[in-house]
């Protein structure tokens, strides 16, 4: 239990970690492309990435650690890397959501926060589900 926990938070810090950069990046890219002082534009990219965000998470809530065997590493690490991968599409694409909103309409710090409550939540979901399955096995 302790081993799979340890690695579950090692795979969360690696992404958040991936996270802290493409933010900036993403921020620069985007306030620098001629494109974004269309509005129309803005909404394109805010629907595309309102896509890439409902199948992410779609994805990641419909896993489950119980149908893994968590006493196989090959399929723990399968596991993880799924997880992994959609959690870093989910915060990828917050990440987007909140600085493409910023392009639209300004600095507005509560929908910012409610998209960080939202990531976190996401972690949260990510080890309660490892931890019931842990428990059913």
């Known amino acids: 239990m302790k081993k799979v926990f340890r690695e579950n ?3 969360n810090i690696l992404v958040f ?7 900036s990046y993403s921020r620069t890219f985007l306030f620098s492309l001629p494109a974004t002082s269309d ?3 803005l909404g394109s990219l805010l629907a ?3 896509i890439l ?10 896993f489950t650690y119980e149908k893994v065997n968590l006493r196989n590493f090959g399929l723990r690490f399968l596991a993880h890397a799924i ?3 959609l959690m870093l599409f989910i915060g990828l694409s917050l ?3 909140s600085v493409l909103v910023e392009l639209l309409v300004g600095k507005f710090f509560i929908f910012d926060l409610s998209l960080v409550v939202l990531y976190i939540a996401s972690i949260l979901y990510d080890f309660w589900d490892m931890n019931r399955a842990n428990l059913s096995s």
């Open 9 to 11: 938070l090692v795979k």
């Open 53 to 62: 965000a409902m199948i992410a998470c779609t994805g990641n809530f419909a």
């Open 95 to 97: 990440e987007m959501t």
């Open 39 to 41: 509005k129309s534009v």
């Open 48 to 50: 595309a990435v309102s």
């Open 17 to 23: 970690l991936l996270l802290i950069p493409a933010y």
């Open 83 to 85: 997880t992994g991968t």
